[in-house]
């Protein structure tokens, strides 16, 4: 792996850790593995479930169905913490910029809302196509 791509690995870590997802969790990895080929083939969201979801799937040896489950597990752990600490549930919208992360306390919080923001944020700092 090129240092550029060790390095946009590094700031997507960084990003899942100022969402509060734990690393410890299965999806944790594969919204990595999501972000890296979204960025690597310039995909939207409307690829999740055809395209991207089987790939990650394949690199991992599991099916798409268990990625999908996975990152939205990691997901709802992560709304069901900070509910814990705001007594609110936060979702993605778009105001209230964080490092390109948007925040507020309202809506419900699905895969592609998170992955696009990940995915936002991680362009917002430099980053807009890998090889």
Not at 9 to 27: A, D, M
Not at 89 to 110: Q, V
């Amino acid at each position: 792996m090129s240092s550029e791509n060790l390095s946009l690995k590094k700031e997507i870590k960084k990003i899942l850790k100022e969402l509060n997802i734990p690393f410890h969790l299965q999806g944790y990895d594969y919204l990595i593995d999501v972000v890296l080929i979204m960025l690597k083939h310039n995909w939207d969201t409307k690829y999740l479930t055809p395209k991207i979801y089987p790939l990650v799937a394949k690199k991992h040896e599991t099916n798409a169905r268990t990625v999908e489950r996975s990152i939205r597990y990691a997901i709802k752990w992560q709304e069901n913490i900070m509910s814990k600490v705001s007594k609110k549930h936060i979702a993605i919208t778009e105001d209230n910029n964080l490092n390109g992360l948007t925040y507020s306390f309202y809506g419900k919080r699905t895969n592609s809302k998170i992955i696009m923001s990940i995915l936002n944020s991680v362009k917002s700092v430099g980053y807009s196509y890998i090889n």
